[in-house]
Nanobody, 125 residues
């Protein structure tokens, strides 16, 4: 699976932004999909994840209620809708794919086999 993340940019605090993750390859529907981010000077952290079918999602506490992950297996995409953005949401955002069995949702970096190149999100105050 090859992943291409896009949609980052500069946004004012309180505004929305939608990140796209486009996949190529035949295994997308067998992968749990995740989004991670890395703020300047910090370690990469989990943001959101979604199961193979899209029926189960997980979010970091810091984004719960503001971010929504979804997927379209036919189009091989896994976008991340971000609302009410705050300066602390600034960072490079990565989409990632993890081969999983059935309904398992991967939420750690170690579980993810494939990574996109990252897209920069900057939230100004």
């Amino acid at each position: 699976v090859q992943l291409q993340a896009s949609g980052g940019g500069l946004v004012q605090a309180g505004g929305p932004l939608r990140l796209s993750c486009a996949a190529s390859g035949r295994s997308f529907s067998r992968c749990s999909m995740g989004w991670f981010r890395q703020a300047p000077g910090k370690k990469r952290e989990f943001v959101a994840a979604i199961s193979r079918s899209g029926s189960t999602t997980y979010y970091a506490d810091s984004v719960k209620g503001r971010f929504t992950i979804s997927r379209d297996n036919a189009k091989k995409t896994a976008p991340l809708q971000m609302n009410s953005l705050q300066p602390e949401d600034t960072g490079v955002y990565y989409c990632a794919a993890a081969y999983v069995i059935s309904t398992v949702v991967a939420t750690t970096e170690e579980e993810h086999n494939y990574w996109g190149q990252g897209t920069l999100v900057t939230v100004s105050s």
